[in-house]
Nanobody, 116 residues
Framework: QVRLVESGGGLVQPGGSLRLSCAAS????????MAWYRQAPGEQRELVAT???????TYADPVKGRFTISRDNAKNTMYLQMSSLKPEDTAVYYC??????????WGQGTQVTVSS
């Protein structure tokens, strides 16, 4: 079994920054792709950013230049550094992990609220 623990959400003013973390634990041989998704109230869950095991990254257009996804393979941990936050970034953020030979897993979600 794989367990994902997210942390780092909270309330921040527009223009501020937050750093999210997602740590995977359990009987893991290797974590392949990792990603962050978000879901705003009344909206569908959307992809924010992805990072491959080799470090290749992709970003959704609304967050390009403001968010940075990274990972520490030794710790099976992924990060999302969010800067220049806007009210429209308000959402529950979920981590997504592909574990080799075990399948995909979702984190429990962490609330990010951008408001003055």
């Amino acid at each position: 079994q794989v367990r994902l623990v997210e942390s780092g959400g909270g309330l921040v003013q527009p223009g501020g920054s937050l750093r999210l973390s997602c740590a995977a634990s359990g009987s893991i041989f290797r974590v392949n792709a990792m990603a962050w998704y978000r879901q705003a109230p009344g909206e569908q869950r959307e992809l924010v950013a992805t990072i491959a095991i080799g470090g290749t990254t992709t970003y959704a257009d609304p967050v390009k230049g403001r968010f940075t996804i990274s990972r520490d393979n030794a710790k099976n941990t992924m990060y999302l550094q969010m800067s220049s936050l806007k009210p429209e970034d308000t959402a529950v953020y979920y981590c997504y992990v592909q574990v080799q030979a075990m399948g995909v897993y979702w984190g429990q979600g962490t609330q990010v609220t951008v408001s003055s």
